[in-house]
């Protein structure tokens, strides 16, 4: 089964506000985390990475906080705007194994005007 | 710098017939990976590549799937006597290294199965 999973579905937000969207794995023994942004009708488009010497790391107005200790990741998104309306998926990478990205189902963003 | 090109963008096949996705990675990237997303769902990893071999396979199905990536040329997914149940959304990603870097996506190929 997933070992990625997601505690909302859906998130909805006003223009200007700050946007957090949560995932939980299960596998301790993953070590690479990536958040993706998905699009209708597109690829997914990375948006930031964490590993997991790393407890924080910021980009332009993102920020991808990871706590090991309940095995939780979240995406924060500053000054949300319409544009950031997608589904939002996190993907862990497992240390030792295969390559292969481990997927959550998604959260999906709306931001309303 | 092109991106991941996936082609065809849309396919349409009939029960039986084959289905190839083609796939050219990032330039400068030598691995690859092709994922599966159905509707409303994440993506599920199928297959790992580098030049001329397989790496990882173990979310392919046993029977009627396929995939290369030839010395020369784009990656290449096939999927034999294609059933209903294949229509989904077929994602091939690549990456420069292949540890603990970020996989760059394609847009897809929407497989239909009539």
């Known amino acids: 089964g997933e070992s990625v999973g997601l505690h909302l579905p859906t998130l909805s937000v006003q223009e200007g506000d700050n946007s957090i969207i949560n995932c939980a794995y299960s596998?301790?023994?993953?070590?690479?985390f990536i958040w993706y942004k998905q699009e209708s009708g597109k690829g997914p488009q990375f948006i930031i990475d964490?590993?997991?010497?790393?407890d924080k790391r910021q980009g332009q107005r993102v920020t991808v906080l990871l706590n090991k200790t309940v095995k939780h990741l979240s995406l924060q998104i500053a000054a949300t705007q319409p544009g950031d309306s997608a589904v939002y998926f996190c993907?862990?990478?497992?240390?030792?194994?295969?390559?292969?990205?481990?997927f959550g189902k998604g959260t999906k963003l709306t931001v309303n005007p | 710098n092109a991106g991941v090109m996936q082609n065809p963008r849309h396919l349409v096949r009939r029960r039986g017939q084959e289905a190839r996705l083609r796939c050219s990675p990032m330039?400068?990237?030598?691995?690859v990976y092709w994922y599966r997303q159905l509707p409303e769902e994440g993506l599920k990893f199928m297959v790992y590549?580098?030049?001329?071999?397989?790496?990882?396979e173990s979310g392919m199905p046993k029977e009627r799937f396929s995939a290369e990536f030839p010395k020369e040329g784009p990656s290449i997914l096939r999927i034999q006597q294609v059933v209903r149940g294949d229509s989904a959304a077929y994602f091939c990603?690549?990456?420069?290294?292949?540890?603990?870097?970020?996989?760059?996506f394609g847009d897809g190929t929407r497989l239909s199965i009539l």
């Open positions: 990603a690549s990456s420069r290294t292949g540890f603990n870097q970020p996989q760059h």
């Open positions: 596998n301790s023994a993953s070590d690479y």
């Open positions: 964490i590993r997991s010497n790393m």
């Open positions: 993907a862990e990478l497992t240390r030792g194994g295969s390559e292969k990205l481990v």
């Open positions: 330039k400068g990237h030598s691995h």
């Open positions: 590549l580098q030049k001329e071999n397989i790496i990882d």
